[in-house]
């Protein structure tokens, strides 16, 4: 028997109040641009597509799978424009998004600090144990805050903790760097998902084993050794998007709950596109 009602479908403003529960715009870095980017909050929303960067690549794979929302980490105006004009990559972004009915939406920051956010998948995965915010949000949960530091229930190598991680990161080309001891114990563990050189004093004086974060500089990461003398806390560089894509499912799956435990019914999908900008690497060796 059916009942003759189709699935109730939320209206986008619907969305951003669940979005808004679980990834707060309040959390978000004073610089960041978080939340609606395009889109109509009357428009209904059936399908919502996960993405890392809003990509020309990402932007017609979810135009062309029929979202009516694409969900990204990183914003697309992040600061001024005075265009956008179809001609320029991202007008043409914007035309495209318009033009086909979907709408875009940026958990940057406040998705890296939340509860359940990029840090916390990224610790989770990792298995690190009691794990607490490396800097604790200012105004928000004593959970919340930017990157995490926790403990490995075992300890083990450098070198074996690196492979793990290359392992569980999505595979591109740049694979993983680090910076110490290959045989050193490690168990003691910080992470920030994305660019956190920031935060590698933090590490250091929370007494991390290693650090492991993505775009570190040769002046940051270099004055990190010489301060740790070549010990502790390690580095591992990784890719910056891979940090990140990790927490798509996860918060692909929170939506859908959140959304479903309101009576809502959506599809969420996560991108299987790879925008890490490099393409590959010649090292010595191999
Ligand atoms: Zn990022």
Redesign the pocket.
């Known amino acids: 028997m059916t009942s003759g009602t189709s699935p109730a479908v939320p209206a986008l403003s619907e969305v951003l109040d669940v979005v808004e529960e679980l990834w707060p715009s309040s959390l978000a870095e004073s610089w960041d641009a978080v939340g609606l980017v395009a889109g109509r909050r009357e428009a209904e929303v059936s399908t919502i597509h996960f993405a890392?960067d809003p990509v020309a690549e990402v932007v017609e794979e979810a135009c062309r799978a029929g979202a009516d929302l694409l969900i990204t980490?990183?914003p697309l105006l992040l600061r001024g424009v005075t265009t956008v004009e179809a001609g320029t990559f991202k007008g043409a972004v914007i035309h495209r998004l318009i033009e086909s009915g979907c709408a875009l939406l940026s958990a940057?920051t406040n998705g890296?600090s939340a509860v359940g956010g990029?840090n916390d998948v990224l610790a989770e995965i990792l298995g690190l144990e009691e794990t607490t915010p490396l800097k604790p949000a200012e105004e928000g949960l004593n959970e919340e805050g930017l990157g995490r530091i926790g403990t490995l229930p075992q300890g083990t190598t450098l070198g074996d903790f690196a492979a793990t991680v290359f392992g569980i990161l999505p595979a591109v080309a740049g694979g993983v760097r680090v910076a110490g001891d290959r045989d050193a114990f490690i168990q003691r563990v910080a992470l920030c998902?994305?660019?956190g050189d920031s935060l590698l004093q933090t590490a250091a004086e929370a007494g991390a084993d290693v650090y492991i974060t993505?775009d570190l500089r040769h002046h940051p990461a270099s004055e990190a050794r010489e301060a740790a003398a070549g010990g502790r806390p390690y580095l591992m560089d990784v890719s910056?998007?891979a940090?990140?894509w990790l927490w798509l499912p996860a918060a692909a799956q929170a939506l859908d709950r959140a959304l479903a435990d309101r009576g809502w019914q959506v599809e969420v999908a996560v991108s299987g596109i790879n925008t890490d900008p490099w393409d590959f690497v010649i090292t010595p060796g191999h």
């Open positions: 890392v980490h990183h940057h890296d990029v998902g994305g660019a993505a910056h998007f940090s990140e």
